[in-house]
């Protein structure tokens, strides 16, 4: 029996739709009734601040796929929240008896580097550490990052922001992320391995904003920024200061081609090529309208 955390996210909503059509063993953890209802699927109603509930949720779980909000605004202590949040899971899961975690972390998790880098770089210590079979999935970019003018950074006429540099990035969609832990937690490969997930391709920002400006049917035209410049807009936006830094930099890194390199690791892990940015587009239909307008 597998245990899906991060149920309803970008990532798990795709993962609860692929172990379904599998036809595996799973059940979902939500924090309430109504989410649960809402997915279809047998659920578990658990939050990562109440250890009883998770220990309840394991109950007749082998495998779980480890899944947290991302990085939050500091707590007190200085510790993101999501680093209590999964250690409770994974205290949770050794208690039970549970054998496998599938940790979905980022591209460079590391101890002591930026916002969520930081932070899943402590938590895959921590898996590693308990004596748990593992796999840690690191994508980079989400294409889903892209899916309405508010889930993207945009200037004051609409304008897509990224780096100033503008170096291709390998963006991944949610879809194949899943498709990978689908692959893993149903199989017996990929044991303690971590897997840098991209799409098929690198795209740069301007070529981005030239594919939302067909999908969106309105000119988007490219704002390429300086970190300073992406640091004063965030924290416009009411971000704390060291996290407006903090994504700033992650931006920065981003037009030094530190994530422009291409994996293979969801084609061997799947059998499939994982989408590209066109394929994202034409599977998301109705975050794009104006691709089917111009194809009548």
């Known amino acids: 029996m597998i245990l899906?955390?991060?149920a309803t996210g970008s990532t798990g909503k795709h993962l609860v739709s692929q172990l379904q059509a599998r036809g595996a063993a799973f059940k979902a953890l939500v924090r309430d009734k109504a989410k649960g209802e809402a997915l279809g699927v047998d659920f578990a109603i658990g939050?990562?601040?109440?250890?009883?509930s998770l220990s309840a949720a394991m109950e007749g779980v082998d495998r779980v796929f480890l899944a947290s909000p991302g990085a939050q605004t500091e707590a007190p202590d200085g510790e993101q929240p999501m680093i209590r949040?999964?250690?409770?899971?994974?205290?949770?899961?050794?208690a039970a008896g549970v054998r496998y975690v599938v940790k979905l972390s980022?591209?460079?998790a590391r101890i002591g580097g930026r916002m969520s880098e930081g932070a899943h770089g402590v938590v895959e210590a921590y898996l590693k550490d308990s004596g748990l079979a593992w796999s840690m999935l690191q994508p980079g970019g989400f294409m889903q990052n892209f899916l309405s003018p508010a889930s993207s950074l945009a200037d004051?006429?609409?304008n897509l922001i990224g780096p100033e540099a503008d170096a291709p990035v390998a963006f991944i969609d949610c879809h194949d992320i899943a498709a990978a832990a689908a692959a893993l937690l149903?199989?017996?490969a990929g044991r303690n391995e971590s897997f840098v997930l991209t799409g098929p391709e690198s795209v740069r920002y301007s070529e981005i904003a030239a594919k939302l400006t067909a999908g969106w049917g309105r000119p988007v035209g490219f704002s390429g920024q300086s970190e300073r410049a992406i640091a004063d807009r965030l924290r416009g936006y009411g971000l704390a200061p060291q996290q407006a830094d903090e994504m700033a930099s992650l931006y920065a890194s981003l037009g030094e081609g530190m994530f422009s390199e291409v994996s293979d690791a969801v084609e061997r892990l799947t059998g499939a090529a994982p989408r590209s940015f066109d394929a994202f587009m034409a599977a998301n239909p109705d975050a794009f309208p104006a691709l089917a307008t111009a194809g009548r």
């Open 4 to 6: 899906v955390t991060g």
């Open 47 to 52: 939050d990562f601040d109440d250890p009883a």
């Open 85 to 94: 949040w999964e250690r409770n899971v994974i205290d949770a899961a050794k």
């Open 106 to 108: 980022v591209w460079n």
């Open 156 to 158: 004051e006429d609409g």
């Open 186 to 188: 149903t199989g017996d």
